[in-house]
């Protein structure tokens, strides 16, 4: 599929002058960082070093000071808590940080982590039993809750107080919670609404711990969790969230954890210094493949165990389950893809919306996220089972998942979720009438253009410019995901030098030169191309990441290709 080009035109002179003196930047990267919201030196040496003295004060989100009153209050009390959480990373990962936080301050407490399954989503009647069964007085949801208005006061009916950790988008009604921390609420008064759900438990703890005199810096051995939660659940990764994953990936690199250090020798992690990709790639599927195939909880009590022999079992279960979640995924995507080809005419909905009988929902949100990809497009996958359906969405810019099913809800069952990704539950019988409605929506808030998947470039630069002294400085970018990807650039006027040569499935080799200057590329991906280069003498324009190749002394630059065309064709 052919992709526009965004080139970052618009220039601000003296500002990017000044970061690029000031802060020793190369001219490209200094553009870039004005590009990411760096609006003087101050905020661009804040952006290349995030530390912990700039997180936010956790009492400026609104709901803090009850939410610690009531803690405070259990823990003198001593009452038995709940931390009941959600079956993906970023809820797994905050359940399991207030239970060692609350833990390390004498609480005691208890997780309960529903399967999707068998009880739904959120908290619901089975959490609330279970709450009852355990005597807790206090039960705190993390990455659920905002929606669960009935749930809330069905809570209060027995006797259990709530406080609802979330970052999910607010309904019209809150529930009548003890307090309900949530930035993404209006008027939170919160100044950053990016966190994820284990962000916000951090910032809970964070809050307790201030409130009993306890020093904050014992919570930083559980910023592992948060880097792991936040980067998996695709928030994103500018302002607070870029200080937790940056200062996160390093613990994680060193952690401590019995199971997080099992779970990185099972994924073949190694390695010294973490990356987000590594969690993103490695570490996160695992976790994620318990939570959507077994025993979700499983990934809970790996996270909390000191017992090194149960650590490593469970990992290998993980590694066991991840694998079978590849083979299963693999079959589900590409029984989706004939049914689109069978049933979709892609040049009417803008909207692909499918449902088909036992389609394992728990892998419904990845293959929808790989079908996005293909076609560029919002998606919507449903499994149904005995009449009811339950599915994943995955969007893209332009078209807000969570909204547009927020207009249709009165055809769903429940549902929840974010900008580009959601869930929904809806009985089998409206699937045809919510695909007509989000496709209706669709005619009006996307275009054609909006369907053509786009490259976002920092900057257009000579080849002269790209060295290994600018792949340092682009590490400084780093942590790299959603909202900060890493630096790329398109350089024009590039001649082909020699022959390309084709690696792999569908990867290609070959180099490029600009005057005297010649440099080693690499597009994964773009074998199909290897035609097209072997031509006359191409010219091409080439989007690239620069980076670093070879080990030990003999490191040299690479571009690593992105996307080319070929002078004379249109960009």
Known sequence: MDR????????????????????????????????????????????LH???????????????ERATDRLVAALRADEQLLVHGDCDVDGLTGTALLCLALGDVGARTDYFIPDRFREGYGLRRTGLEVASARRATLLITVDCGIAAVDAVDAARDRGIDVIVVDHHAPQEILPSAVAVL????????????????????????????????????????????????????????????????????????????????????????????????????????RINAAARLSEPCLAVELFVTRDDARAFEIAERLDQENERRRVMAYALLTEVMEKIKQDVD???????????????????????????????????LIGIEEGIGRGSARSIAGYDISRALESSRRHLL??????????????????????????????????????????????????????????????LFAPFGYQNPRPRFVARGLKLVGSPRTFGKSH??????????????????????????????????????????????KKRLELRAEDMRFRGKSI
Request: net charge negative; aromatic share 4%; glycine share 10%.
């Open 4 to 47: 526009r080009w965004i080139v970052r035109t618009q220039r601000e002179p003296d500002l990017e002058r000044a970061l690029e003196r000031e802060l020793d930047m190369a001219r490209p990267l200094a553009g870039a960082l004005a590009r990411r919201g760096c609006r003087s030196v101050a905020e661009g040496e804040a952006f």
């Open 50 to 64: 995030p530390s912990l003295n700039q997180l936010h004060d956790p009492f400026e989100l609104r709901g803090m």
């Open 182 to 285: 949530d930035p993404e609420i209006p008027g939170s008064g919160y100044p950053f609404t990016g966190l994820a759900a284990v962000g916000v438990a951090f910032k809970l703890a964070q809050a307790l711990y201030r409130k009993l005199a306890r020093h904050e810096d014992e919570l930083l051995q559980h910023l592992d969790l948060v880097a792991l939660g936040t980067i998996a659940d695709v928030v994103p990764l500018t302002d607070e969230n870029r200080v937790l994953v940056s200062v996160g990936l390093q613990i994680l690199s060193a952690t401590r954890k019995s199971g997080l250090v099992a779970l990185l020798e099972t994924a073949g992690q190694s390695q010294p210094t973490l990356t987000s990709r590594d969690v993103r790639t490695a570490i996160a599927p």
């Open 346 to 380: 892609l040049s009417s909905e803008k909207v692909i919306v499918l449902a088909g009988e036992d389609w394992h929902t728990g892998l419904l949100g990845y293959v929808a996220a790989r079908v996005t990809e293909r076609f560029h497009r919002p998606v919507v």
């Open 414 to 475: 429940a549902f929840g979720g974010h900008t580009r990704a959601a869930g929904l539950t809806i009985d089998a019988a409206e699937i045809d009438t919510l695909r007509e409605q989000l496709n209706e929506m669709a005619s009006v808030v996307l275009s054609e253009d909006d369907l053509i998947p786009s490259l976002e470039i920092d900057d257009e630069v000579a080849l002269g410019e790209v060295d290994l002294e600018l792949v340092r400085q682009i590490d």
């Open 508 to 553: 290609l080799r070959f180099k490029v030169r600009s005057g005297n200057r010649v440099v080693q590329s690499v597009g994964f991906g773009l074998g199909d191309m290897a035609g097209a280069m072997g031509q006359g003498e191409p010219v091409l324009d080439l989007v690239f990441v620069p980076c670093e190749t070879g080990r030990g002394g």
